[in-house]
Structures are given as structure tokens and as C-alpha cells.
Nanobody
Framework: QVQLVESGGGFVQAGGSLRLSCAAS????????MGWYRQAPGKQRELVAE???????TYADFVKGRFTISRDNAKNTAYLQMNSLKPEDTAIYYC???????????????WGQGTQVTVSS
């Protein structure tokens, strides 16, 4: 099994910054991708940013230039640096990982429990 634990959410005023962390642990052979999604009340979960093991990063248009995803592969940890936060960024942020487990042949998708980010105007 693989566990994803997020941290770093909280309350911030518009224009402020937060840094989210996601640490993966458990039976991990390799992590093919780690990413962040978010879900606001009444809305569907949406991709915020993703980083693959090959070094490719993808950002949603609404965070380009404001958010940066990074990874520490030695620690199986992903980060999301969020700057210039807006009230519309308020949501629960979920970590996502695509993992090949030890002694496994296939990749599996895992989710963290989510961390609340609230941006006041």
C-alpha cells in the first residue's frame, strides 16, 4: 500500500502565499507522476499541476505564472508553491500520485486526504 500525506494548507489573505507538501510512503518502486488537484464546493475536482518522472510539468491555465510544482525524488515528496493567491483559489487541494509498487508490474493511482486552502478577499 501507498500513503500520501499532505500538509501546508491554511488561511491566507488575497495576494499571499502558501506552500503545500505531499509525502508518499509505503511500498513504492517508482513514482511515475505526482500532481495536485483541487475541488471547490459544488465544483468538480480539477487538475492544478502535475510533474512526471521524466521532468515534464503541466499547469492549469488558471495557475500559470502563480503556482510552481516541484519534487524531491529522494524523499518521494512533491511541493506546490502558491503565490499571488486569489479568493477563487479557495478549495480542498488533493495530492495525486501514479506509482508502481514494489514487486508490481502495473502502475496505480493514489490520493491524499486533502488539505483546505482558504483565501480571503
Amino acid at each position: 500500500q501507498v500513503q500520501l500525506v499532505e500538509s501546508g494548507g491554511g488561511f491566507v489573505q488575497a495576494g499571499g502565499s502558501l506552500r503545500l507538501s505531499c509525502a508518499a510512503s509505503g511500498s513504492i518502486f517508482t513514482i511515475n507522476a505526482m500532481g495536485w488537484y483541487r475541488q471547490a464546493p459544488g465544483k468538480q475536482r480539477e487538475l492544478v499541476a502535475e510533474s512526471t518522472s521524466g521532468g515534464r510539468t503541466t499547469y492549469a491555465d488558471f495557475v500559470k505564472g502563480r503556482f510552481t510544482i516541484s519534487r524531491d525524488n529522494a524523499k518521494n515528496t512533491a511541493y506546490l508553491q502558491m503565490n499571488s493567491l486569489k479568493p477563487e483559489d479557495t478549495a480542498i487541494y488533493y495530492c495525486n500520485a501514479i506509482v508502481i509498487p514494489n514487486r508490481g508490474r502495473y502502475e496505480y493511482e493514489y490520493w491524499g486526504q486533502g488539505t483546505q486552502v482558504t483565501v480571503s478577499s
